[in-house]
C-alpha cells in the first residue's frame, strides 16, 4: 500500500490510476481533463491497465472506481471533463448481439452519475478530419463525448475563457428593430422568448453590441498526430479549451490516464500545473520528453505546428476515403 504524499505538480507519477490516486489528499485538485483507454479498442502492454476487461460491465466498473477518487481529491469548486467514445461488439454478450453498438459513453456517464458525481454537459467533439471506416452498413464514425462532470452544483466555470465569436447574422439582426408581429415573438409555452426577438423601436447600437456569444456544446476540433506516439492522442486543442474553462490560471490539473502527455502539454501552455498518471513505463518516458521539448520552444510555436498537423490530417483523411470505399467493395465482394 502506497504511504500519503504531498501534492505533487508537473510531474508523471508511475503505476496504477487508482493506486496512484489513493496516494493523493484530499480537496487538492482544481481539475480533471482525461481521456482513458476505450474498451476493447487496443492493448497497451501494461499490467493491470483498463480497457482489456471480459465485459463493458467491468470496464465500467472500474472506470467509475477511479474517477471516486478523482472526485475525492477534486475540490469542492473542482471540474472533471471526461472524453470517451463507443465500440462496437464483436462477439455475442449477454444482452447484447454482434455489431451491436454498447453505449459505453452514455452508461459510464449514468454511472459517474450515480456515483455521486453531477452532469452537466454532454459535449460533441467533431471531427472533421475523422479516420475513414471500411464499413456499408452504416455512417462512418466522426465524433466522440466530452462529457463535463462537477463535484459540487457550484463550480469554477470560466464561460468567457472559451466564449466564440458572435455570428454575422445575428449582429445583422441585432442592429434593426423589431415589430411586435415578427414570428419569433410569439411566446412559445414552455420556452423563453430570446431578448433578441423581443419587439423593439430600434436595433442595438453599436457600443452595446456583444462580440461573443456562450460557447456551444459541439466542438469543430480537427485530430492531430503526433510522431512519438503509436497510439491514439486527442488533440491539444481539446484539453486546453476544457482547461481554460475549469482551471484558474495557476491551478492544478489532473490526468489519470496520461498517455503521451496532451493534458500536461496543455496545461504548461495556459499557465496552468498538472499532475499525470500513467501505468505504462514507456509512455511515462514519451510524456516527460514531449513536455520538455514543449519548453524549449518559442510561445506560438507548438500552436502553429498543431494547426498544420490538423490541416494535413484533414487532406490525408480526403485522400484515404475513396481508397476505404474501394477496400470496402472488394471485401464485400
Known amino acids: ?23 493523493l489528499p484530499d480537496d487538492s485538485i482544481h481539475c480533471c481533463v482525461t481521456s482513458p483507454p476505450y474498451y476493447a479498442l487496443r492493448d497497451y502492454e501494461a499490467e493491470g491497465q483498463i480497457g482489456r476487461e471480459a465485459t463493458p460491465e467491468e470496464y ?11 472526485k475525492r481529491v477534486l475540490r469542492s469548486d473542482g471540474t472533471f471533463w471526461l472524453n470517451i467514445a463507443d465500440t462496437y461488439c464483436k462477439r455475442p454478450q449477454q444482452g447484447v448481439k454482434r455489431k451491436d453498438m454498447l453505449g459505453i459513453p452514455w452508461r459510464l456517464a449514468l454511472a459517474l452519475r450515480s456515483d455521486g458525481w ?12 475523422a ?21 459540487s452544483k457550484n463550480y469554477y466555470f470560466d464561460r468567457a475563457a472559451i466564449a466564440e465569436p458572435i455570428a ?38 453599436e457600443e452595446e453590441l456583444p462580440t461573443h456569444r456562450n460557447k456551444r456544446d459541439v466542438w469543430h476540433i480537427n485530430t492531430t498526430s503526433y510522431s512519438g506516439a503509436h497510439f491514439a492522442t486527442f488533440p491539444p486543442q481539446l484539453a486546453e479549451t476544457c482547461i481554460l474553462a475549469g482551471c484558474p490560471v495557476g491551478g492544478v490539473v489532473l490526468d489519470p490516464f496520461f498517455g503521451s502527455g496532451t493534458t500536461g502539454l496543455a496545461a504548461k501552455r495556459n499557465g496552468r500545473h498538472y499532475i499525470g498518471v500513467e501505468i505504462n513505463l514507456a509512455f511515462c518516458r514519451l510524456a516527460e520528453e514531449r513536455i520538455a ?17 490538423a490541416s494535413a490530417s484533414a487532406d490525408k483523411a480526403a485522400k484515404n476515403a475513396s481508397e476505404s470505399l474501394e477496400k470496402a467493395k472488394k471485401e464485400e465482394a
Not at 118 to 129: A, C, H, P, T, V
Not at 131 to 151: A, G, N, W
Not at 293 to 309: G, I, L, T, V
Open 131 to 151: 479516420m475513414p471506416e471500411s464499413v456499408t452498413d452504416r455512417c462512418s464514425r466522426s465524433y466522440e463525448h466530452i462529457f463535463q462532470l462537477s463535484k
Open 1 to 23: 500500500m502506497l504511504e500519503k504524499i504531498t501534492i505533487p505538480i508537473d510531474t508523471i507519477l508511475a503505476g496504477d490510476s487508482r493506486a496512484v490516486l489513493q496516494t
Open 60 to 70: 465500467i466498473e472500474r472506470l467509475v472506481e477511479v474517477f471516486h477518487e478523482v
Open 293 to 309: 521539448a514543449e519548453a524549449r520552444r518559442k510561445p506560438n510555436e507548438a500552436r502553429q505546428e498543431d494547426s498544420a498537423k
Open 168 to 205: 454575422p447574422s445575428t449582429l445583422v439582426r441585432m442592429r434593426s428593430g423589431r415589430s411586435g408581429s415578427n414570428k419569433y415573438a410569439e411566446r412559445v409555452p414552455g420556452q423563453t422568448l430570446q431578448a433578441i426577438n423581443r419587439p423593439r423601436e430600434a436595433g442595438v447600437s
Open 118 to 129: 453531477y452532469l452537466r454537459s454532454n459535449i460533441i467533439w467533431e471531427k472533421g478530419n
